[in-house]
């Protein structure tokens, strides 16, 4: 199944506690697994890997950059060659 490696970064200290890993495991197929995290209680960022099959988890990165977080994609390449 296709991973991508995204780092997701809060831009307000209101996000930090939201279950934004919860929602992409629930709302979207996909498998999370966090690699790496830093996280206070003003700021937060997390390098995560999304697997899953290919729609599912072009769904699940195109809704966390509706979320307000800044979402930077760490590896590009999908499986398929694809690019998100």
Known sequence: MPTVRVRITSRASEQVGQPI???LG???NVTTNLRRAQITDESAMAEVEV???IEEV????AWLHTTGLQVD???RSVGDG???
């Open 21 to 23: 890993l919860y929602r």
């Open 26 to 28: 629930k709302d979207y």
């Open 51 to 53: 697997t899953g099959a």
């Open 58 to 61: 072009h769904r699940a990165v």
């Open 73 to 75: 994609a760490l590896d």
């Open 82 to 84: 694809s690019n998100l």
